[in-house]
């Protein structure tokens, strides 16, 4: 068995800077766009979960939608618990550090507006959607998608 069952009882918890229904939301925008990787994405596991050194997973070994489902929401934590000084933002910046990673959130436009106190960021955060250098349809309807659930005005 892979190490996900360590995840298996992880859920959101309660989170100052959004609601369990937010979370929800995010969750399954992840796994929309994400869909549940097969083995032939290594090192890409469950919903886009990127095995790390040390993370016991066998490569060529497909995981259960239960447990994808629990390492996503396990790594989405994570993510918007890096952003909680940022308040009801975090959510928002945890799922696009878990799509692009926190090292290109933390430098990227968006956070420069908001470390500035500018929350103004629709355009900096759709505009993430370059893949190999290139505008990407579906990562731009993604971002489009994710900023219209998530952003808290």
């Given at each position: 068995?892979?190490?996900?069952?360590?995840?298996?009882?992880?859920?959101?918890?309660?989170?100052?800077?959004?609601?369990?229904?937010?979370?929800?939301?995010?969750?399954?925008?992840?796994?929309?766009?994400?869909?549940?990787?097969?083995?032939?994405?290594?090192p890409l596991v469950g919903y886009g979960h990127k095995v790390q050194?040390?993370?016991?997973?066998?490569?060529?070994?497909?995981?259960?939608?239960?447990?994808?489902?629990?390492?996503?929401?396990?790594?989405?934590?994570?993510?918007?618990?890096?952003?909680?000084?940022?308040?009801?933002?975090?959510?928002?910046?945890?799922?696009?550090?878990?799509?692009?990673?926190?090292?290109?959130?933390?430098?990227?436009?968006?956070?420069?507006?908001?470390?500035?106190?500018?929350?103004?960021?629709?355009?900096?955060?759709?505009?993430?959607?370059?893949?190999?250098?290139?505008?990407?349809?579906?990562?731009?309807?993604?971002?489009?998608?994710?900023?219209?659930?998530?952003?808290?005005?």
């Amino acid at each position: 068995m892979a190490a996900v069952g360590a995840y298996a009882n992880t859920t959101s918890s309660s989170h100052p800077s959004y609601t369990e229904h937010e979370f929800e939301k995010a969750v399954q925008l992840i796994k929309k766009y994400e869909t549940l990787h097969s083995p032939q994405h290594w090192p890409l596991v469950g919903y886009g979960h990127k095995v790390q050194p040390g993370e016991k997973f066998r490569k060529g070994e497909k995981l259960s939608e239960k447990q994808a489902d629990a390492l996503l929401r396990k790594d989405l934590k994570k993510y918007a618990d890096l952003y909680k000084t940022y308040g009801k933002d975090s959510l928002l910046l945890g799922v696009l550090a878990y799509n692009v990673g926190p090292g290109r959130v933390n430098n990227s436009s968006v956070m420069k507006l908001l470390r500035n106190g500018n929350r103004n960021i629709r355009e900096a955060f759709e505009a993430m959607c370059r893949y190999k250098g290139k505008v990407h349809k579906q990562i731009r309807a993604r971002r489009i998608e994710e900023f219209k659930a998530l952003f808290k005005h």
